[in-house]
């Protein structure tokens, strides 16, 4: 069983920070990738950002969105099961639903058909 567990959340000004995080249960880290998605209202989920997680000692990946590149930056403590998703520059737009995704079943890794695993999502309201 996977748990997901997302949280940092807020609301927050624009221009702003915040960093939200996802503690993983029941969950190899190793030769795998997790992501962040958000959805606002009205509109579909996208991809925001991802990480794939080789052997240990080869590092990782990540991949960004364009519309978040230079902004957010997507990191790992696999010792703490724990994702991240540092948040700068913040715009009104990135206000959404931010959703913690696992387990790779199939490319791309920003694609919303690529995970097995969900979280439940923390909101992010940016205001100006």
């Known amino acids: 069983q996977v748990d997901l567990v997302e949280s940092g959340g807020g609301s927050v000004q624009a221009g702003g920070s915040l960093r939200l995080s996802c503690a993983a249960s029941g969950y190899t880290y190793r030769r795998n990738y997790m992501g962040w998605f958000r959805q606002a209202p009205g509109k579909e989920r996208e991809g925001v950002a991802a990480i794939y997680t080789g052997v240990a000692g080869t590092g990782f990946t990540t991949y960004y969105a364009d519309s978040v590149k230079g902004r957010f930056t997507i990191s790992q403590d696999t010792a703490k099961n724990t994702l991240y998703l540092q948040m700068n520059s913040l715009k009104l737009e990135d206000t959404a639903m931010y959703y913690c995704?696992?387990?790779?079943?199939?490319?791309?890794?920003?694609?919303?058909?690529?995970?097995?695993?969900w979280g439940q999502g923390t909101q992010v309201t940016v205001s100006s």
């Open positions: 995704a696992a387990d790779l079943r199939a490319s791309p890794p920003l694609s919303t058909r690529a995970y097995n695993y």
